[in-house]
């Protein structure tokens, strides 16, 4: 028997896979890092901002992809002022690299790893932090030793959701990425591709394997949460 | 001394509160629900922003709004114990005790890690989860966590009210140890006259967010023109000290200003200074001293003067016996009938009384 189908997924495959799992690597770390300060500026803050911001952050669950594609790429690109401020910062133009998708899957991915923290900084209150205050706890200290432990269940699901999420996106990185072996085609644009070229079977691994493990990192959410009870209830 | 001049607008009234207590010793701050005293306790830990004024506490400038001035609560040297005990509850109760403690440098520590837990008898608690604690157990956990924070101003917001009679009965007693052991001023607000009797050296009266009156507790509850004097539970402290203690009958003899007075009690030794707290609702007033009576305690006073009572039915007297203050509750009608009035010579029947401690 020939190797392809015994491996039952080709080396361009293979390679699609890796690039989806970095690219979802990347994007949960990056939102984790910069999401979470910023769910807890959307939950507390006093700006007038605050609510603006809020439905931009959100912006992308209602809005067909494409369209936050079209706007990132001409915003992106060489005539755009984010494409101006990268090539003078000397990184050259985003779109059709690997980093275009990681801006763009952070972009799209935001609300589904900012809200759930979100609402876990509302749901637990003032009160934590001001018995840490009156416990000596400066407001930093207390961030990180009180809201964020707190919060911990609605983190670890805020990243499993994004992961899932990059991971089977779709229409933004097409808008913006291209399709390029090796250095923009992901997961689901090459099982695309394998539909476009009738490859059924080829086509039936890659997303099998996707909806598979999608379902199991959603089931390993919601065991999560059941063990964790609701998410920054106090005692 | 503590000295605040606070203010806070709100929907419904506005916090104006004159504040002057001494820093020693427990402060009651005693007002109806809604009257601001969570609100006033609030603003002198630095939580609620919106308070504007001034807060001086042993020298240290806490806030000046005039100046700009406003130390934030972690760098207070307070403790604050909230009405629900909240816990962290992702850390053991050790943990939650560790958490001011660690972060009291080892030279401003007033309060050693054992005292606090032998103070609150919460070792046996140790290495629980805070979700596996009863709500008793839970708020002496959450006294032992603020006291571990050596704070120089406990800051208490009615820490016994989420609780059942029995868990308070259990709680009362760690706290007044606490104030026996520790030279530790203590805020304490509260809306049960009790509570406030049993604790407190000092009270501050709040209505709708003013400070109406203030002053060492048993005068304070001896004045019929206060708040206090309409509590189902009104009454007098006196001091007094004990005599002789009958073990047949069970009963200690106390002396006190204005003559003796016998309660139920057990063994106590002889000289001990007490506190015998008498409720209005408990002395009942005559012309002439009855002898066939069951009741024990008969003092002579003289009326100083009637107000009305907790209702139209009632009235309250106030009585001087010997240069001791005792409140009387009696009804309108028997007031009527015996012809008081300020300078009646009377008979005060005293059913029961009670040491404080």
């Not at chain 2, 002898?291 to 009741?295: G, K, L, N, P, R």
């Given at each position: 028997m020939p190797a392809t189908t015994t491996l039952y997924l080709t080396p361009d495959d293979w390679s699609a896979i890796r690039l989806s799992l970095a690219l979802a690597g990347i994007v949960t770390l990056v939102l984790l890092v910069a999401g979470t300060p910023l769910a807890w500026w959307l939950a507390?803050?006093?700006?007038?901002?605050r609510l603006a911001v809020a439905a931009v952050v959100t912006l992308p669950v209602v809005l067909p992809p494409t369209v936050l594609g079209f706007y990132l790429l001409l915003a992106l690109g060489p005539d755009g002022p984010l494409g101006r401020l990268t090539q003078a910062l000397g990184m050259?133009?985003?779109?059709?690299?690997f980093s275009g998708l990681v801006v763009a899957s952070v972009l799209y991915s935001m609300p589904f790893v900012v809200q759930p923290i979100r609402n876990a900084f509302v749901a637990m209150g003032e009160r934590p932090l001001e018995v840490a205050a009156c416990l000596r706890a400066a407001p930093l200290d207390a961030f990180f030793r009180v809201a964020l432990p707190l919060a911990r269940p609605a983190i670890v699901a805020a990243a499993a959701l994004g992961f899932a999420h990059t991971l089977g996106e779709f229409g933004v990185v097409l808008m913006?990425?291209?399709?390029?072996?090796?250095?923009?085609?992901?997961l689901s644009m090459q099982i695309y591709d394998h539909v476009e070229a009738l490859e059924y079977a080829q086509a039936h691994w890659l997303a099998g394997g996707l909806l598979a493990s999608s379902f199991l990192v959603l089931l390993a959410l919601y065991r999560l949460e059941r063990r964790a009870g609701v998410p920054g209830a106090g005692a | 001394m503590l000295a605040a001049t606070l203010q806070r607008a709100l929907p419904a009234f506005t916090l104006r509160a004159e504040l002057q207590v001494p820093a020693q010793g427990v402060t009651a701050v005693f007002?109806?629900?809604?009257?601001g005293k969570t609100l006033l306790l609030r603003a002198l830990a630095g939580l609620d922003r919106q308070a504007r004024g001034r807060v001086a506490f042993r020298g240290q400038c806490w806030q000046d709004d005039a100046q700009g001035r406003f130390v934030p609560t972690h760098q207070r040297a307070l403790a604050y114990v909230f009405?629900?005990?909240?816990?962290?509850?992702?850390?053991s109760v050790r943990g939650n005790l560790e958490f001011g403690f660690v972060r009291t440098p080892a030279a401003a520590r007033s309060v050693g890690w054992h005292q606090a837990i032998e103070l609150l008898d919460v070792g046996p608690l140790?290495?629980?989860?805070?979700?596996?604690?009863?709500g008793g157990e839970r708020q002496r956990v959450a006294i032992a966590r603020a006291l571990l924070a050596s704070p120089q101003l406990l800051l208490m917001d009615e820490?016994?009210?989420?609780?059942?009679v029995a868990r308070r009965r259990e709680i009362l007693p760690c706290l007044l140890r606490l104030h026996r052991e520790l030279s530790l001023p203590v805020i304490y607000v509260s809306h049960q006259i009790e509570e406030v009797t049993a604790l407190a050296q000092h009270l501050v009266l709040l209505q709708e967010g003013a400070v109406l009156a203030s002053g060492p507790t048993a005068q304070m509850l001896a004045?019929?023109?206060?708040p206090t004097a309409q509590d189902e539970h009104a009454g007098v402290l006196i001091e007094a000290s004990v005599v002789s203690h009958d073990a047949d009958f069970h009963l200690a003899r106390l002396q006190f200003a204005g003559g003796q007075i016998e309660l139920a009690h057990g063994p106590i030794s002889q000289g001990t200074r007490v506190r015998i707290r008498v409720q209005a609702r408990d002395v009942s007033l005559a012309l002439s001293a009855h002898?066939?009576?069951?009741?024990l305690n008969r003092l002579q006073a003289v009326v100083v003067e009637l107000g009305p009572g907790i209702n139209p039915a009632h009235a309250m007297v106030r009585l001087d016996a010997g240069g001791t203050a005792l409140l009387a509750r009696i009804t309108a009608r028997s007031a009527r009938q015996l012809g008081l009035a300020a300078g009646s010579r009377v008979w005060a029947q005293v059913k029961s009384a009670a040491l404080v401690e």
């Open positions: 507390r803050g006093r700006s007038r901002w050259g133009l985003l779109p059709f690299h913006i990425g291209g399709n390029i072996p090796g250095s923009t085609r992901v | 007002g109806p629900s809604g009257s009405q629900e005990p909240s816990l962290f509850p992702q850390l140790l290495e629980r989860a805070v979700d596996a604690l009863s820490p016994l009210a989420a609780l059942d004045r019929l023109d206060l002898d066939d009576t069951s009741i």
